[in-house]
C-alpha cells in the first residue's frame, strides 16, 4: 500500500514538473515572439561588426521598446500574475493576448519614461567610462535601481488598475520600501541571466523572462500580502 501511495505521489509531482515546465516555456515563446523585431534587430546588429551600428541599435530599440517589448512583458508579468494567485495559466495563448490587449496603454505610456531614463543611463554610462569612475561607480547603482524598479513596474501594472502616474509611483515605494525583495530580485535575475547567457542557453527562449517575472512577482505579491495584513491589523485596533 505504501509502495503504491509513493507511486502515485511521485507521478502526481513529475506530472506537476512537466506542467509547469510547458506552461512557463510556453508563455516565455510567447514573450520572444511578441519581441522578434527586436531581438532580429539587435542580432544583425551584433553580428554586423560595425561599432557604430550599436550606437544605432540603442536608437532604434528605444524607439521599439515602448511598442513591443513593453506590453509583451506585462502580459506575461500578468498571466504569471495569475500562476501565482490561481496556480495555473489556462488557456495560454487566449489569456496572454488578453492581458497583452488589455495593459497595452499603460504598459506602453510606462515603456516611454521609463526606456527615456534608460536610454539616458546608458548615453551618461558611455560617456563617462573613460572619464570619471566614480560617477561611473553611480551610474551603475542608478542602472541596479533602474532595473528592480521596471521589474516591479511590470508587477504592479499586472496587478493594479490605477492611472500611470499611481502605478510609477507604487512601483517607485515597491523598489524602495523593501529592500530585502529588491536585493533577492537584483540576485536572483543576475544568477538567470548569467546562466542564461554563459551556461545552459537554452534557457533563452524557454524560460528565462518567465523565471525572472516569477521570481519579481513572487516577491512583489509577498510584500503586497504583507502590506494588507497591516493595513487590516491597523484597522481592527
Given at each position: 500500500?505504501?509502495?503504491?501511495?509513493?507511486?502515485?505521489?511521485?507521478?502526481?509531482?513529475?506530472?506537476?514538473?512537466?506542467?509547469?515546465?510547458?506552461?512557463?516555456?510556453?508563455?516565455?515563446?510567447?514573450?520572444?515572439?511578441?519581441?522578434?523585431?527586436?531581438?532580429?534587430?539587435?542580432?544583425?546588429?551584433?553580428?554586423?561588426?560595425?561599432?557604430?551600428?550599436?550606437?544605432v541599435?540603442v536608437?532604434?530599440?528605444?524607439?521599439?521598446?515602448?511598442?513591443?517589448?513593453?506590453?509583451?512583458t506585462?502580459?506575461?508579468?500578468?498571466?504569471?500574475?495569475?500562476?501565482?494567485?490561481?496556480?495555473?495559466?489556462?488557456?495560454?495563448?487566449?489569456?496572454?493576448?488578453?492581458?497583452?490587449?488589455?495593459?497595452?496603454?499603460?504598459?506602453?505610456?510606462?515603456?516611454?519614461?521609463?526606456?527615456?531614463?534608460?536610454?539616458?543611463?546608458?548615453?551618461?554610462?558611455?560617456?563617462?567610462?573613460?572619464?570619471?569612475?566614480?560617477?561611473?561607480?553611480?551610474?551603475?547603482?542608478i542602472?541596479?535601481?533602474?532595473?528592480?524598479?521596471?521589474?516591479?513596474?511590470?508587477?504592479?501594472?499586472?496587478?493594479?488598475?490605477?492611472?500611470?502616474?499611481a502605478?510609477?509611483?507604487?512601483?517607485?515605494?515597491?523598489?524602495?520600501?523593501?529592500?530585502?525583495?529588491?536585493?533577492?530580485?537584483?540576485?536572483g535575475?543576475?544568477?538567470?541571466?548569467?546562466?542564461?547567457?554563459?551556461?545552459?542557453?537554452?534557457?533563452?527562449?524557454?524560460?528565462?523572462?518567465?523565471?525572472?517575472?516569477?521570481?519579481?512577482?513572487?516577491?512583489?505579491?509577498?510584500?503586497?500580502?504583507?502590506?494588507?495584513?497591516?493595513?487590516?491589523?491597523?484597522?481592527?485596533?
Amino acid at each position: 500500500m505504501n509502495n503504491l501511495e509513493n507511486s502515485t505521489s511521485l507521478m502526481g509531482s513529475l506530472y506537476s514538473l512537466c506542467d509547469w515546465v510547458m506552461r512557463f516555456s510556453i508563455i516565455n515563446l510567447l514573450w520572444v515572439i511578441f519581441n522578434l523585431p527586436i531581438i532580429i534587430f539587435a542580432t544583425l546588429i551584433f553580428f554586423s561588426g560595425q561599432q557604430e551600428g550599436y550606437f544605432v541599435f540603442v536608437f532604434i530599440a528605444a524607439l521599439m521598446m515602448p511598442f513591443l517589448f513593453f506590453p509583451a512583458t506585462t502580459a506575461m508579468f500578468a498571466a504569471i500574475r495569475q500562476w501565482v494567485i490561481q496556480g495555473t495559466i489556462s488557456p495560454l495563448f487566449k489569456s496572454y493576448w488578453k492581458y497583452y490587449k488589455e495593459n497595452y496603454k499603460k504598459s506602453m505610456f510606462g515603456g516611454f519614461i521609463i526606456t527615456a531614463a534608460w536610454t539616458v543611463l546608458i548615453a551618461d554610462y558611455y560617456y563617462f567610462i573613460d572619464k570619471n569612475s566614480f560617477l561611473l561607480y553611480m551610474l551603475i547603482i542608478i542602472g541596479v535601481f533602474l532595473f528592480v524598479f521596471s521589474m516591479n513596474f511590470f508587477s504592479v501594472v499586472s496587478h493594479y488598475q490605477l492611472n500611470l502616474s499611481a502605478l510609477l509611483k507604487n512601483a517607485l515605494l515597491a523598489t524602495i520600501g523593501n529592500p530585502i525583495s529588491t536585493l533577492l530580485i537584483l540576485i536572483g535575475s543576475c544568477i538567470i541571466l548569467y546562466l542564461s547567457f554563459y551556461v545552459l542557453l537554452f534557457l533563452l527562449p524557454l524560460f528565462t523572462g518567465t523565471l525572472i517575472a516569477y521570481l519579481s512577482f513572487k516577491l512583489f505579491y509577498r510584500m503586497y500580502l504583507k502590506t494588507i495584513e497591516k493595513q487590516r491589523i491597523h484597522r481592527s485596533k
